[in-house]
């Protein structure tokens, strides 16, 4: 017999919009946001590695906040995350998910077969995860440059931050930032393929609750 | 207490998954308890060998204090502990036959954006150890801190709890 202690869907984040009131005009707009945002992205990572980067049709999905690490999936698989703080007028988070087998290609491609060296505990070497940390720095940059210009906002990056782990040690790490003053999460998220792969990364942006409403009038679908 | 890894036959497929915020008490012999993929959360593990009790509590956040609305009880340090006691003394576990055992409390991202998520696992375990002194409950075993993914798992009939990070063997605790 066990008991279990399920998650509370009922819970509303207390915010300037409330997230069960978007309505479809504006759950398409933030898609839009989310297409753009990752369509830059990728269109950085083909400009780095000389190959053709597609897009999945991009989600928005708001889900109580501890369902997030089921949604990106892998549980204990290993990953490479490029966690992003966003200050300024709509603060939020974003994260850039790379399957280790596609982070080590990328390395091989960007670093044109030279010789990575000694592997550390996470299975790359200290020049693999620079190289890593610079893809990761240039996906996110550009994502969230894409998001600033469509928005018109005043949108700034902390320095990324980049983890080597299992899925959903990275993911549940940055859960547990913004759960301290939300239970729903909005995620505009994206997956990326090329021809092989069907999805070879992930992105997804989430807003705190209060910068909906700052996403949305820059967006201009509310007053 | 003897190891009985090799013989259990058992997959993750049939254990029970403790996810996010959840806490979930056992007394089935045969269920195993897991959370997979601890960062800066902590598994916490409540059982008693001899009732063959297991519970565990997948803790994200140090305090319920500042959150707003009804509270997950599994969610924060502060209300998981006095919850998981309930929930395992309700099935017949002694609380003083109790093996208490935790696991998480990383530090994942190394710098930058991530220095807030730095403090919330090193807070996540003196929160855990804060609540268990405050109910009179103390400590079996943990391994928390650093800056590695952990699983954390519980077999109920042998009460048998080992981690595991990325890549390696399952390690008795």
Redesign the interface.
């Known amino acids: 017999?066990?008991?279990?202690?399920?998650?509370?869907d009922?819970?509303?984040a207390?915010a300037a919009i409330s997230l069960d009131a978007l309505d479809a005009i504006q759950l398409d707009a933030l898609r839009e946001v989310g297409n753009i945002g990752a369509g830059t992205a990728a269109a950085s990572l083909s400009a780095m590695t000389g190959e053709r980067v597609a897009m999945g049709v991009p989600s928005v999905k708001i889900i109580p906040?501890?369902?997030v690490?089921?949604q990106v999936g892998g549980?204990?698989a290993?990953v490479v995350?490029v966690?992003?703080?966003v200050i300024g007028d709509a603060p939020g988070h974003i994260v850039f998910i790379l399957q280790a087998d596609m982070a080590r290609e990328l390395c091989d491609t960007l670093m044109g077969g030279m010789d990575p060296g000694e592997p550390g505990p996470?299975?790359f070497s200290e020049m693999q995860i620079s190289a890593l940390q610079e893809i990761g720095n240039i996906m996110t940059g550009s994502y969230l440059r894409a998001l600033a210009d469509l928005t018109r906002l005043h949108l700034e990056?902390?320095?990324?931050?980049?983890?080597i782990?299992?899925?959903?040690?990275?993911?549940?790490?940055?859960?547990?930032?913004v759960?301290?003053?939300v239970?729903l999460a909005l995620i505009i998220e994206t997956q990326f393929e090329d021809e092989e792969t069907p999805s070879i990364g992930y992105f997804a942006f989430i807003p705190e609750p209060d910068s909906l409403g700052v996403v949305l009038k820059g967006l201009g679908l509310i007053a | 207490m003897t190891t009985d890894l090799a013989n259990d036959k058992r997959t993750l497929a049939d254990s029970?998954k403790v996810?996010?915020?959840?806490?979930?008490?056992?007394?089935?012999p045969a269920?195993v308890l897991v959370a997979?993929?601890?960062?800066?959360?902590i598994g916490l593990i409540m059982a008693d060998p001899v009732a063959r009790v297991a519970g565990m509590a997948h803790v994200?956040?140090p305090e319920s204090g500042?959150h707003?609305?009804?509270i997950?009880?599994?969610?924060y340090a502060d209300t998981a502990v006095p919850?998981l006691l309930a929930?395992v003394t309700r099935?017949g576990a002694d609380r003083n036959r109790l093996i208490i055992k935790m696991a998480g409390g990383?530090q994942?991202?190394?710098?930058?954006?991530?220095?807030?998520?730095l403090n919330?696992?090193t807070r996540?375990a003196i929160a855990v150890r804060d609540a268990l002194g405050k109910a009179g409950l103390k400590l079996t075993a943990a391994q928390t801190g650093g800056s590695?993914?952990?699983?954390l798992q519980i077999v109920n009939r042998t009460s048998v709890v080992t981690v595991r990070a990325?890549?390696g063997a399952p390690q008795e605790i």
């Not at chain 1, 017999?1 to 509370?8: D, G, K, L, P, R």
């Not at chain 1, 990056?157 to 983890?163: E, S, V």
């Not at chain 2, 996810?19 to 089935?28: E, Y």
């Open positions: 017999m066990s008991e279990m202690n399920e998650a509370n009922q819970t509303a207390t906040i501890e369902r690490p089921d549980d204990e290993l995350a966690y992003l703080q996470t299975g990056p902390m320095p990324p931050a980049l983890g782990d299992m899925a959903a040690a990275l993911i549940s790490s940055v859960v547990a930032e759960a301290r003053t239970d | 029970l996810g996010l915020g959840q806490l979930t008490a056992t007394s089935d269920d997979l993929g601890l960062g800066s959360c994200m956040l500042i707003k609305g009804p997950q009880e599994g969610k919850a929930a099935l990383s994942m991202f190394a710098s930058g954006s991530g220095a807030g998520v919330i696992g996540n590695v993914g952990r699983t990325v890549g």
